[in-house]
T-cell receptor, first 117, second 114 residues
Framework: DTGVSQDPRHKITKRGQNVTFRCDPI?????LYWYRQTLGQGPEFLTYFQNEAQLEKSRLLSDRFSAERPKGSFSTLEIQRTEQGDSAMYLCASSLESGSRLKNIQYFGAGTRLSVL | AQSVTQLGSHVSVSEGALVLLRCNYS??????LFWYVQYPNQGLQLLLKYTTGATLVKGINGFEAEFKKSETSFHLTKPSAHMSDAAEYFCAVSEGNQGGKLIFGQGTELSVKP
């Protein structure tokens, strides 16, 4: 069990550029979550997947944001035409859900810190 | 809609003193409640969670929290603070057995003085 892995750890980009982040969940975890955390605030939910299906998206996830989990394993989060307001820590979490009762124990990665200049 | 309020963005205690971090929640369905800790430049680590059953839950590193439905609270305590407890603490709520997303409070930074 190597934990949730996120790549890159830091990303500096210029306004208007596209960026893509990757998240590798804990092996065999079927749920994967993306959150955004700005300085001095708690994480805010963006979206989550169960296997390859994207089950919920926050209204925070504008049309410039897209997330995929094509094979139900790793996930990517892409931001197109970045804006300075996109500067934040992007956190990924995963959990294993089975049976009828939700456990919802989410394990977090260390995050990708995005700075938009 | 669910929400979480953490009273006090910064709490400072002396080493060996009681730690009390406050959390109040709002939920229209029976909630799941969580406390996470975040050290600088790291992800969040789960301290403890409440789902159903016993209202006093014990977590890692000597922390515990009590679910009080009548007060809509889930305060985090530790009898004796250690220097290594200095970190950011987040309370979170999810929609019980109905959903997975976590709604977090704004966090409380705990400082421990020697």
């Amino acid at each position: 069990d190597t934990g949730v892995s996120q790549d890159p750890r830091h990303k500096i980009t210029k306004r208007g550029q596209n960026v893509t982040f990757r998240c590798d969940p804990i092996s065999e975890h079927n749920r994967l979550y993306w959150y955004r955390q700005t300085l001095g605030q708690g994480p805010e939910f963006l979206t989550y997947f169960q296997n390859e299906a994207q089950l919920e998206k926050s209204r925070l996830l504008s049309d410039r944001f897209s997330a995929e989990r094509p094979k139900g394993s790793f996930s990517t989060l892409e931001i197109q035409r970045t804006e300075q307001g996109d500067s934040a820590m992007y956190l990924c979490a995963s959990s294993l859900e089975s049976g009828s009762r939700l456990k919802n124990i989410q394990y977090f990665g260390a995050g990708t810190r995005l700075s938009v200049l | 809609a669910q929400s979480v309020t953490q009273l006090g963005s910064h709490v400072s205690v002396s080493e060996g003193a009681l730690v009390l971090l406050r959390c109040n929640y709002s939920s229209s369905v029976p909630p799941y409640l969580f406390w996470y800790v975040q050290y600088p430049n790291q992800g969040l680590q789960l301290l403890l969670k409440y789902t159903t059953g016993a209202t006093l839950v014990k977590g890692i590193n000597g922390f515990e929290a009590e679910f009080k439905k009548s007060e809509t609270s889930f305060h985090l305590t530790k009898p004796s603070a250690h220097m290594s407890d200095a970190a950011e603490y987040f309370c979170a709520v999810s929609e019980g057995n109905q959903g997975g997303k976590l709604i977090f409070g704004q966090g409380t930074e705990l400082s421990v003085k020697p």
